[in-house]
């Protein structure tokens, strides 16, 4: 009893310590994409909060919903994993899920951060390393069903992608599939890492997700070689951003924060 009694007394004197280092820092909370959590924010956020006494608390809600929340007025930032028109889009679709109308886009002002490389990945034991767009297309629309027409095994494809109001998917919908539809049969999942884990698990599957992501998955998966797929990652505020978010802004552009965004999608 008394040890359990002196471990709360830790515990609650460990706690206040904690929130009291931190106590006096601002915080800013960011809606929107995985991607640029991942990507920039997480790693960097110790680094920020040295430097500015800056606390991001990021809440990972995909590009357009968390546009969706800015325009809203539930949030003072978004982060997008596409350009500012795409991300325009996506709010509208999310929207349109809610049977919303959403307005103010003209007061818009994107921010870009850095650039990012979406992969397309396969099963490590598919034996096809290289596809075109074309191909790529074929093969996410349905008309291409099986990887011997890619040079590949007997092996029936298994395509799986992201939900629709995804920016990784749209931005691939958009630049490698000229807007076309993917197929009816294809694997329909609500998170990257759950992509990831479906192509890792079937021989035949493929998949497409942001190099951030993959450079941290398990070794179950190879990207295949395709003319480079880049978007751009960046931070969206309604009108001009307030003190706090432009140094957030300035941190990861010009400051040390550089160096969160240097790397895994430049080359």
Known sequence: MRRRLLASVFLCIFSIVLNASSAGAEVLVVYGSTTCISRFLEPGAVALENATNIQVRNVGVGTGQGLYALLQGQAKISAASEDLQAAIESAK?????????????????????????????????????????????????????NWKEVGGPELPIKVVTSHAGSATRLFLQKLVMGNAAYSEQATIVWTTEKEIAEVSADRGAIGAVSVTFHAKAPKDTIRINTTRIVRPLGLITYGKPSQTAKKVIDFFTIGDGRKFTQGLGEK
């Not at 003209?106 to 099963?123: A, M, W």
């Open 93 to 145: 679709k999310f929207a349109a899920s809610k049977r919303e109308t959403l307005g103010g886009f003209e007061y818009l002002e994107y921010h870009q951060i850095t650039d990012d490389e979406v992969v397309v990945i396969v099963h490590k034991d598919n034996p096809v390393k290289t596809l075109t767009w074309k191909q790529v297309k074929g093969i996410n629309t349905g008309e291409i069903k």
